[in-house]
């Protein structure tokens, strides 16, 4: 299998832990993508020249990250990081959700910034991407946070992916006044050495 990815990209990260805790790492080879050139071959393999996209030796490709998600993890057998049902499940895929949704938020400031010339910029869009994000880091700060394992699920993974994302682009400044997810993303790095083994760069 193929995994088209990028070192920045924190939904690429998420696969890449995922694919090491499930013990896939060894069946999928990472291509470099760059979504922005026009002759990368990404437009052809997903349409929406995203990453991740993962091709499958069938030839069928797969993609969002969540779709991929679904697809290791039935891979490995089913139930290793999507809990089979119940609350737990449920649970995993609404921090999932926030998670991947303060993730898009936080793109969508780099984009402003990166596609627009200062000028055209739209301050009030990029505050409005800002507080979703401060909601959804503060929101998780005062909530009880997942159980860190050596095996993690998603909701567990994408978090820790859209916390490293934050130090990344942001300079760590989600982490003032959010001690209970500093610790979180602390004790989950000392667990999951995949974490450090995929930091952007």
């Given at each position: 299998m193929i995994l088209r990815s990028s070192p920045t990209s924190p939904f690429g990260r998420k696969i890449k832990i995922t694919l090491?805790?499930?013990?896939?790492?060894?069946?999928?080879?990472?291509?470099?993508?760059?979504?922005?050139?026009?002759?990368?071959?990404?437009?052809?393999?997903?349409?929406?020249?995203?990453?991740?996209?993962?091709?499958?030796?069938?030839?069928?490709?797969?993609?969002?990250?969540?779709?991929?998600?679904?697809?290791?993890d039935d891979l490995a057998g089913g139930g290793r990081i999507l809990p089979d049902g119940g609350t737990e499940r449920y649970r995993a895929l609404t921090l999932q959700s926030l998670a991947d949704g303060i993730m898009d938020a936080a793109i969508l400031q780099i984009y402003e910034v990166r596609f627009r010339t200062e000028d055209r910029r739209e301050q009030k869009w990029i505050d409005h991407q800002a507080r979703k994000v401060e909601r959804g880091i503060s929101s998780l700060n005062a909530s009880p946070l997942p159980e860190i394992k050596a095996v993690p699920d998603i909701g567990s993974i994408t978090l820790a992916c859209t916390l490293g994302y934050l130090d990344f682009r942001f300079d760590g400044k989600w982490r003032a006044g959010h001690p209970n997810l500093v610790r979180w993303l602390a004790s989950f790095s000392d667990a999951v050495p995949a974490f450090a083994a995929t930091e952007p760069h």
């Open positions: 090491n805790v499930l013990g896939l790492a060894d069946k999928v080879s990472v291509v470099l993508t760059d979504t922005l050139d026009p002759e990368d071959t990404i437009r052809q393999q997903n349409p929406l020249g995203k990453v991740p996209t993962l091709l499958l030796d069938d030839g069928t490709t797969l993609y969002d990250s969540r779709v991929i998600v679904e697809y290791l």
